[in-house]
């Protein structure tokens, strides 16, 4: 009876996992590569803030415009005021009160400023130019970030393939193995080696499998993605490309989203500097205003102003000259940062496509041994067949063929990874 009852359990135990593991696949996510650098741009946060610092950018531009235009107000009210006063004739005091009107309507125009709004609208277009560059550049590395991620989970569930290669063959191995001990022409010894070549193959695909579930991981925070997701394999994505490299380095030059995020920062700082030499001038403004007042709304009595006033600030301590210095200041560290970004991206261009000749070189070396490593594996387990060779032999030749394997994934993959560096820094596709 007991044993009844925990059969009946375990049933049930096992019937909960079933069904937890089929609704956990159920609720996996599948992405394109496409569809996770769309994600990746819609979910980052640092792509949230540069298109914040646009919005900021554009209504600082409509500021500066509207700094041409004369400000407007007006106003309305209505009071009420209590009058007590003493009735000599009646002796008592008598309660009463009095109602007023007024409304008004003024205006506020600056004439000269120094040319001050000159220099604030062109310092509010640099920076708006300045924050679309950030923007820019912020869209391609994101856009690199979400391709590494997306080709580090296709490498690590093609390592989970691989892996589980190297368990069928070392199935296989191992099936030989009894089959030789049992027909006597093998000793007990190449039994207990290939199942600890067996029991390192299963270990290693619980390695890969751990490996995909992290780069998996990473790839659904990446995309903003809270639940399991899962890269969609697509044949041209492994496809090798040639890539022109003619007039690369020209163009990486001239339109590299951080060079072109470098010089927008230059503009703006210049601007800036240029900007703060107004306070040096008088400021000229005029105003207008018109308001009416009385006891009844419909009777109230008009009255006008009009004033012109001028000012100039002739000495204010040495904050105008402090300001000026701390612009220029500004305005050199930009310039700096705009000949180093390019000297950078001609240093990185360098060794991005260092890299991608070294990856199409690993990959084409590793596609040779892979396939001499199948060969030597197939006439190692011949030989092993006839008793010409020993399982040491064959295991060797089997690890040949699997570190062969590993080294394809990985090249495919540093190739991958490096073209979308490159991307990142021209600012196009390849």
Do not use: C
Request: aromatic share 6%; proline share 1%; hydrophobic share 45%.
């Amino acid at each position: 009876m007991k044993t009844g009852l925990i059969t009946k359990s375990t049933a049930v135990m096992l019937l909960a996992a079933a069904t937890a593991t089929a609704s956990l696949v159920a609720q996996t996510q599948s992405v394109t590569l496409e569809q996770a650098i769309d994600m990746a741009l819609r979910s980052q946060p640092a792509m949230v803030q540069a298109r914040g610092q646009v919005q900021n950018a554009s209504a600082a531009r409509l500021q500066a415009v509207g700094g041409w235009l004369p400000s407007l107000s007006a106003g309305s009210g209505m009071s009420t005021n209590s009058t007590r006063r003493f009735d000599q004739n009646n002796q008592i005091f008598v309660e009463g009160s009095s109602t007023s009107f007024s409304s008004s309507i003024s205006a506020n125009l600056t004439i000269f400023d120094g040319l001050s709004r000159v220099y604030d609208n062109r310092v509010a277009n640099a920076d708006a130019d300045a924050a679309e560059a950030t923007l820019i550049n912020q869209e391609f590395q994101t856009t690199l970030q979400a391709k590494q991620a997306f080709f580090n989970a296709l490498a690590a569930e093609e390592l989970v393939r691989v892996s589980e290669t190297q368990i069928e063959r070392s199935l296989e191995q191992h099936q030989i193995s009894k089959d030789k001990l049992a027909a006597g022409t093998a000793t007990r010894s190449d039994t207990l080696r290939s199942s600890v070549d067996l029991a390192n193959a299963r270990l290693q695909k619980l390695n890969a499998e751990a490996q995909l579930a992290n780069a998996e991981a990473s790839l659904a925070r990446l995309i903003g993605i809270d639940g399991p997701v899962k890269a969609i394999r697509e044949d041209r994505l492994l496809q090798l490309a040639e890539i022109d490299t003619t007039g690369l380095r020209l163009e990486a030059l001239e339109r590299s989203p951080t060079v072109y995020q470098a010089d927008a920062s230059l503009r703006a700082a210049s601007a800036s500097l240029s900007a703060s030499y107004g306070t040096y001038f008088p400021r000229i403004s005029a105003s207008y205003s018109r308001s009416w007042a009385g006891s009844e709304v419909f009777e109230m009595n008009p009255s006008w102003s009009a004033r012109v006033s001028a000012s100039w600030t002739l000495f204010n301590g040495f904050a105008r000259e402090a300001s000026r210095s701390r612009a220029r200041v500004s305005r050199d560290n930009a310039r700096a940062q705009a000949d180093d970004a390019r000297r950078n991206v001609n240093t990185l261009l360098t060794q991005y496509l260092t890299a991608l000749a070294q990856a199409q070189a690993q990959l084409g070396t590793a596609e040779a041994n892979r396939a001499a490593g199948e060969e030597d594996l197939r006439v190692q387990r011949e030989r092993y067949r006839l008793g010409a060779a020993t399982l040491v032999e064959v295991l060797v030749a089997q690890g040949s063929l699997d570190n062969a394997e590993v080294s394809m994934v990985q090249a495919r993959l540093d190739y991958l990874v490096t073209k979308a560096q490159i991307e990142a820094l021209i600012g196009r596709e390849l």
